[in-house]
Every structure is written in C-alpha cells, then in structure tokens.
C-alpha cells in the first residue's frame, strides 16, 4: 500500500488530497437506497461476529456446550453468536476478544 503523506493546514482544506467522489450517483441516492445499505451492513456484521464467536471456540477446541459451561453462558446464547441470530456485547466481546488473543489466562482466570 503507498503511504501519502499530507500536511493539513487547519485554516484550509487545500492541503487535504481529492477523494473520488461520484457527485451524480451521490445526488441520485435515496433514502431507501441507504436504508437498505444499513441493512446490508448490519447482516454482514452479524455474519463477522458470528465468524468470530465461532473461531474463538473451535481454536480452544471445545463443543458449543463446553465452551458455554467455562465462559458461563447459556449454550442458547452460543448457538445464537455462532448463528449470527444475535451479537455478542459488552462484557461478552471483551472475553471473546481475551480468549482469541490469551486463551491459557482467560481461561485459567475463569476456572
């Protein structure tokens, strides 16, 4: 990838490189244009976080069931993450994002 570098002049926005903006296509969008577009967005990050809940189990090497009985939570909820019927938040995120990146101490802090 090649690295630009800008000096931006806060005064101004000379400084600041020209993206590529398609002023037509951009003036003939609609809303429902851009409520689908979230739609599409928000599915496919749901399919991204089940992607996630689901590597992080099967890297531990553990069952749905096992991995709901060490992180405490319902086999239920797993099967929802990994489904992509619903996405973990909050705490939940947090520990899954632990597990991928230290499983011995996130799991050796649940026992």
């Known amino acids: 990838m090649k690295k630009v570098k800008v000096k931006i002049d806060p005064v101004t926005s000379a ?3 020209r ?3 398609d002023r ?3 003036d003939a969008t609609k809303e429902k244009d851009i409520v689908l577009q979230m739609a ?3 599915a ?3 399919q ?3 992607k996630f ?3 992080v189990r099967r890297r531990l090497g553990l069952s749905q069931l096992e991995f709901s009985y060490r992180i405490d939570v319902s086999l239920e909820t797993i099967r929802n993450w990994e489904q992509g019927k619903r996405q973990p938040t909050g705490a939940a995120k947090a520990l899954l994002k632990v597990l991928d990146k230290a499983p011995e ?3 050796s802090a649940l026992a």
């Open 15 to 17: 400084g600041l490189p």
């Open 19 to 21: 993206g590529r903006v």
């Open 44 to 46: 496919e990050a749901m």
């Open 53 to 55: 809940a689901r590597r």
């Open 24 to 26: 037509n296509r951009l």
């Open 105 to 107: 101490a996130a799991l």
């Open 40 to 42: 599409q967005d928000d």
């Open 48 to 50: 991204d976080a089940a």
